[in-house]
């Protein structure tokens, strides 16, 4: 933390202008922890994009448990990917529906393969895969 | 169940060529199933949007653990919002950085303050709000 | 954490030099702080026996997903209980082995008679009933 | 599930008449069912004291968030055992307590020993150390 470097960005009046709003909604301390994240954002995209390298996401899925033999498919599903899934939380949000949060940890490509096949499945009413990072590789 | 319609869509040749090569990758079984994926997402959307509505999102954030009392702060603003965060799953990633990730229920708007305000937190390296749905209106 | 008491504790020599090793074993700071925690799981168990107290508990089944049925009984069995089962997280443990780790808040009758259910049903390899408390007395 | 065996078990009228009333309370939906419980129980407390053996077990500790730099110890803690510990739900259950659930996995002494040290910490309100199994050797 004892290196921080300061540089310039240059750029319309108007557009900072949207920025500075934007980031006082949303209650950031000042620009540069803004910047900053949108640098980092940027990064994990990046680390999604590469081939090899391990990444972290999650997976997020909403269904109605009584819909024949979904639960199970899911399940088995999942018990494919055993060494990519670390854990799913279930929340049982009402007499029928159920979400499902899965955290996945691997290749990016990996990942995505798991969530299009679980989001994919028949009877499952939404779905999203979320990237995020390892953090590894942020500071 | 019983009362399926049917219902015909008109487009391009080219553009259905495009949608079957991105549905095929992902799995989807037959068109229908893909083409009701796209209208549920886009209810979800809706829901997020109406101020009154009841819904349901998680909030994923990658930290490191060593940053002075970010690990504290972070709890002490959930235990602020002790009617809409439903749990948390931390997971341990590496000596360093951890994940959280967050399941919340309440109107939209506020979950997406919860989220600004705990992605905002300096010392955060990423976060993220995934926006799903209390699967009530879908089928 | 103003109002401090003390208060002395008289026992056979045997007993404490019994005591002694075991609460060094495990790593207490001091005879009080495990005193302390001894108090605390004294009146954690009467919580349990009170019938009107709301309290917390965590349901632990180890299962084979593979069991006819298994998976969607217990997921069906919870979603009964709605209001008391906060949140299950399920690990992948093997191709075959599922863990799930109910969080339950209500009446401990009431998480008793869940717990009792849910590891009763056949194909339940390994369950159990932890009872703890939502901390509001102990201090 | 082919090769069933049945053996017989002779005890007292007295000892059954008792075991009978809680099998029935519990749900059980026989005997049979009841005593292999009992077996399987044991064999998971077999496992426990097996030093090389492999095992599962949750942890559980209640706290107040605001205790001065409990909540970083008990993460920092948790850091040091990253391999071990797959997962911790953590439920903010008022404004002041929170329920950690953490999900090990391990051998049993190794487990035994970081739920010693995280239970023993000052400040922790209540803990318990919930012994289960992989679910390997059970049927």
């Known amino acids: 933390m004892s290196d921080i470097i300061r540089f310039g960005v240059s750029l319309s009046q108007k557009l900072l202008k949207s920025f500075d709003k934007i980031i006082t909604k949303k209650g950031y301390a000042s620009r540069s922890e803004a910047i900053r ?5 940027h990064l ?4 999604w994009e590469e081939e ?3 990444t972290v996401g999650t997976i997020t ?3 109605n448990h009584e819909t024949r033999e979904l639960g199970e498919k ?3 599903e999942q018990h494919h990917h055993l060494d990519s899934i670390i854990s799913t939380t279930h929340i049982h949000l009402d007499k029928h529906n159920c979400l499902e949060v899965l955290i996945a940890r691997g290749k990016g490509k990996e990942i995505k ?4 096949k679980l989001i994919s499945t028949k ?5 999203k895969l979320t990237m995020t990072t390892t953090g590894k590789e942020l500071t």
Do not use: P, S
């Open 37 to 41: 994240d949108l640098i980092r954002e």
């Open 44 to 47: 994990v995209d990046t680390e």
């Open 52 to 54: 090899k390298k391990e």
């Open 61 to 63: 899925l909403v269904y």
């Open 74 to 76: 899911l399940t088995h």
């Open 113 to 116: 393969a798991i969530a299009d």
């Open 123 to 127: 009877g499952v009413k939404h779905g």
